[in-house]
């Protein structure tokens, strides 16, 4: 399949209304470290790298601005997804200016340093000006997007797993063992390293969250599986207890 082009649907390309605007509102980017040359060919795109480029950075700091207004202003790390959103009026200017710096702490407070790369986009939702969901420009990926004329859409979402055990019984109890299954992790987790003392009908969380950030387009049908397996006895030792519990989702 070398060289196979799948035609962007409507759900995910920016679309202007037919006689509006329609200037994104939204736009959400996954920082990559890419460099300019061959990275997006809309016509509206401009795109240089400045002292040899970003260069997948673990740190940088991007600006993202128009004229005198400044949409963001923030350390990014690499893979690290965001948001950035329009001000007053509701929608985007016709163009924004984006310029990746490395992190400057001389001060004592982090800031922009060295220019790595400057870029001009369009936030206009014509086909000439490129914005796709998963296209390039420069050291960022167009991840999401939100307008009056397609609504929201977003091709990463991140997903936050916390697990809890609950004493359901009418007695004091201590959880002695608390193992996750999920797939989000290669192996079993066992998620308390000491016995916790539950009072009846107390809930507790247990262990760290996992997170992931999931491609909603890669991973469309997909179903993601977890389970909690939590054994426990009463305080006083006479009575002992083993429940499962699972969850999934499937990306749609």
Do not use: K
Not at 161 to 168: G, L
């Amino acid at each position: 399949c070398r060289n196979l082009i799948v035609p962007l649907t409507t759900s995910r390309r920016c679309l202007a209304a037919l006689g509006s605007r329609d200037n994104a509102e939204r736009l959400q980017f996954v920082y990559t470290g890419a460099p300019c040359p061959g990275n997006n060919l809309a016509d509206t795109f401009l795109c240089e790298d400045r002292n040899g480029g970003p260069q997948q950075l673990s740190n940088v700091w991007i600006t993202i601005s128009s004229g005198d207004v400044q949409y963001y202003n923030f350390e990014v790390v690499l893979g690290q997804l965001f948001d950035v959103f329009s001000q007053s009026p509701v929608q985007f200017a016709n163009t924004i200016d984006i310029t990746i710096s490395s992190v400057d702490t001389s001060t004592g407070v982090a800031g922009p340093g060295e220019l790595r790369q400057q870029m001009r986009m369009s936030t206009q939702c014509r086909q000439t000006d490129g914005l796709d969901l998963l296209a390039n420009f420069g050291g960022l990926l167009l991840s999401g997007f939100s307008n009056g004329g397609t609504g929201s859409q977003n091709a990463f979402a991140t997903v936050q797993i916390s697990y809890s055990v609950a004493n359901e019984g009418l007695i004091r109890a201590d959880v002695t063992s608390a193992i996750s299954q999920s797939d989000f992790s290669t192996t079993d987790t066992e998620r308390i390293s000491t016995p916790i003392v539950l009072e009846p009908r107390e809930t507790q969380v247990v262990g760290f969250s996992e997170t992931r950030t999931i491609n909603l387009i890669a991973e469309q049908m997909t179903t993601f599986n977890f389970a909690l397996i939590a054994q426990g006895v009463s305080t006083s030792g006479q009575v002992a207890c083993e429940d499962t519990e699972t969850f999934a989702f499937t990306v749609m």
